[in-house]
């Protein structure tokens, strides 16, 4: 499970983030993720965001509630 809270702070920086397309990066489970938000959706009932690798176009799909940490980029 994810280290820590989720605020609704938190989720408007991501729903921006989704709507100008942003790049996010993301750790989950020690490993570190820099995606394009495409989306929020739903994974078995437990909110989530799509992404995006850049270089590869492959969407990746993460939980939420398994992050441990995310910062959206400016640039």
């Not at 605020?7 to 993720?33: C, F, I, N």
């Not at 992404?51 to 969407?59: N, S």
């Amino acid at each position: 499970m994810g280290s820590f809270r989720w605020t609704p702070e938190r989720m408007e920086q991501l729903e921006h983030a989704v709507q100008r397309r942003k790049r996010v990066t993301l750790r989950r489970r020690g490993s570190e993720y820099v995606v394009v938000a495409s989306a929020l959706k739903q994974s078995r009932g437990r909110d989530a965001l799509a992404g995006y690798l850049a270089m590869t176009g492959e969407e990746m799909l993460f939980v939420l509630g398994d992050l441990d940490h995310f910062q959206v980029l400016d640039s």
